[in-house]
């Protein structure tokens, strides 16, 4: 059974940062390619980052202007969010993503809110 579990999020002040983590489990997580996603109140779920099976390819929002950066540890199946400063606007839900024989997969979420 595939299962995807984020964890990580929660309440940081603006300029603050967070590490999401997101453990795969039930494939083989070597041979996929992982994404980030998320989504604010009354907005539509946006891609946030994409890393290739491998990890050698990464590709982001524009909108980030740099700040995250994604990762994967094969040998752990899991991918992982680095956010750095942080703003309100990132608050949001962020869920973990990938696509396999036209299904797609999402983990359950976990809450980013950025406040002071």
């Known amino acids: 059974q595939v299962q995807l579990v984020e964890s990580g999020g929660g309440l940081v002040q603006p300029g603050g940062s967070l590490r999401l983590s997101c453990a795969a489990s039930?494939?083989?997580?070597?041979?996929?390619?992982m994404s980030w996603y998320r989504q604010a109140p009354g907005k539509e779920r946006e891609l946030v980052a994409f890393?290739?099976?491998?990890?050698?390819?990464?590709n982001y929002a524009d909108s980030l202007e740099g700040r995250f950066t994604i990762s994967r540890d094969n040998t752990k199946s899991r991918v992982y969010l680095q956010m750095n400063s942080l703003k309100p606007e990132d608050t949001a839900m962020y869920y973990c993503?990938?696509?396999?024989?036209?299904?797609?997969?999402w983990g359950q979420g976990t809450q980013v809110t950025v406040s002071s």
């Open positions: 993503y990938f696509y396999s024989w036209a299904r797609h997969y």
């Open positions: 039930g494939f083989t997580f070597s041979n996929y390619a």
């Open positions: 890393v290739s099976a491998s990890g050698t390819s990464t």
